[in-house]
Each structure stands twice: as structure tokens, then as C-alpha cells.
């Protein structure tokens, strides 16, 4: 272990839509070694610090940050490749090493479980809502289905006062969505044409900022669905990359349609405050034992979750 670094006794990890594209060599940042450790989700408890380490202490509870040469300001070329689990080794394994700039503080409130899923899709919700999207109360929000990016930003809406609307293919899920403190829930399945109800919803004002997580396959819908003068966070890819999209909506409407990756460190702890002040607490629909890794991978690939699916050392 070199100076300034910071070995983690990892708790517990969680998998993203991410973490099953990257082996298959489809992620942004193109193929990877056989031998990376997968994974940019994870938790655990600091067992030993290097020479120069001031930030933490053995016992502190942490997650690693996905970027990890992200710290703060806006998003530039340094962060490529600095990212857990892609090109650079991740936090699949019992113990990892890190530098002390690339970890934040797990909020008191949270468990090692609770923590383990916020890197990725926590903090991307994060940043497209309040970094991106600027959402204050009383606004409205689109999240698109029930995956784990789509869950902190209902959360994220809600404790911030916004009305949110969410889609689902499933109407169970519709209905777990209401409880969670959706206004308003559509069925993408039953109705294609999901961007006009939106508008139905809304008076014919639309959603003030929108969490896109579709990709190709529901941009012309989110294009439909946002208000005049608000904001699609462009993050996702679930339906696919290939389409062909009409763009004028954008310019009819002076949307602002901006990609979102990730975030920062410094956004990671601004969200983590939050999450503490207002208690929130992850959506974890599944737990694996470490030797059942495989098995998360399958379930976050089946798309049956909703939330997040964890894999957790004390299993
Ligand atoms: N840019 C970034 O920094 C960033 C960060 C995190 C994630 N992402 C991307 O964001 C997307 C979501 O990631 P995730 O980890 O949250 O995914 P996830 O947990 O695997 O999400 C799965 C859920 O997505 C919903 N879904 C699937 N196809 C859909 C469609 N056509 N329209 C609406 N919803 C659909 C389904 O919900 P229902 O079952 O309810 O229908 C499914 O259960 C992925 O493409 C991922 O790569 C990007």
C-alpha cells in the first residue's frame, strides 16, 4: 500500500445495468481486461491507512467514489478512465486499495448494504436532478421505470418537495411506486404513447425535468413530456442506442437536454447529506452472498428488480 492510500475491508457491493455491458466490452469506455475486478458499487469499513493519509481513520465507514479522479468541478477529461470496475480495477473482492481522495463517508443512518448502492446510480440521480436539472419544489418529475437510478431520483424528487410522476412496464410495480410517494404512475407497456399522457397529467405543462434512463427507444416520448424551458438528463440506454429521434421538439420547447455521467466526489457528499437530513433510505430489492455474485449479475439483468440488487458479505 502506497502513501496516501487506504484499504477498505469491503461489507457489501451493488451491481448497476453497467456492471453487465462492461464485460461484454459495450460500456462507453470499451472493452476491458480479463483480469479487472468488475464492480464500481461498494462499502465496507477502513483497516489500514498509509503514509499521509489525513482524511481517515481505521474503523471509519466508507464507499469508494466511481470516479475516482473526479473530486469536484465540472466533468473534464482527467475523470476518463478513472472509473471503479471499468477500465480501472473495482471493488468486487474482500479487501481493496484506494487513494483517500477517492472515498466519501457513509451517512450514520445508512448500512454497509444501504451504503453499497450509491455510487453509480445514486449519485447520477443525484446530479441530474439538482446539478443538471435544478429541481425545487413544487416542480414536476419524470423517472422512467423502476430500475436503480430511477428509485433515488423518486426519493430524491419527493424529499425535495417535486411532484414525480413514474413509468413502469408492470402494473405491481405501478403500485409499489404509488406507495413510495409517486403522484402519478403511467404503464409505458399499455401506453406507447406514454409522453402525451404525461402532458394529460400535467394540464398540458409537461414535466420540468425528466430522468431519462431509456435512451433511443424513449427520448422522442421524454422530448413529448418535458415542459417549456425544462430539462432532460440524458443518462441512459436501457432501450437501446439505435433510432432515429426528431430533435425539434428541443428547439420548440428550448429544452435542455444534457448527458449525465455520474458525478463527483464532492456531489456524492452533498447527496450523502441529504440522504442523512432526510433519512432516506435505498430501495434494495434483492440480496446475494459474495459467492453468489454471479447470481445478482443474472438478477439485474432480468430486469425484474426494482431498486437494487446487493450482494452482501454477511450473507
Ligand atoms: N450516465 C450515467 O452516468 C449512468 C449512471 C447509471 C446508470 N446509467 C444507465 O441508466 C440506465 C439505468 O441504469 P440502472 O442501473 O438504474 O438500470 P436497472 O436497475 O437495470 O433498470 C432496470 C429497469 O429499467 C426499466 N426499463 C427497462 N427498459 C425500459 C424502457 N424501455 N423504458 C423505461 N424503463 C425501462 C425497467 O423497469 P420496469 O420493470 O419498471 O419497466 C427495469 O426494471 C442504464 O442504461 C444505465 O447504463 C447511466
Redesign the pocket.
Known sequence: MGPGQVRVKMKAWS????D??VPMGL?FSGPVSKDTVPLSDGAGEVIEVGEGVDQWRIGDRVAGT?FQSWRDGPFNAGVFGSDLGGPTDGVLAEEVVLDQQGLVRLPDSLSFEEGATLP??A??AW?SLFEIGNVRAGQTVLV????????FALQFAKAAGAKVIA????DD??RR?EAMGADQTIN??DNPQWGQAVLELTNQQGADHVVE???A??LENSMIAVAPGGSIG??????GVDGQVNPLPLVAKAVRLQ?????SRSMFEAMNQFIAQHDLKPVIDTRFGFEQAPDAYAH??S???????VISAEL
Do not use: E, P
Open positions: 451491481t448497476n445495468y453497467r453487465i455491458v460500456y466511481f453509480c446510480a449519485v447520477t446530479n422512467l421505470g423502476t430500475g436503480g437510478v430511477s428509485l413509468t413502469s412496464s408492470s410495480k405501478l411506486l409505458y407497456r434512463v431509456g435512451g427507444g424513449t440524458l443518462i441512459g440506454v436501457l432501450s448527458g449525465v455521467y455520474v458525478g439485474q439483468a430486469g425484474g428488480h426494482m431498486g437494487k440488487v
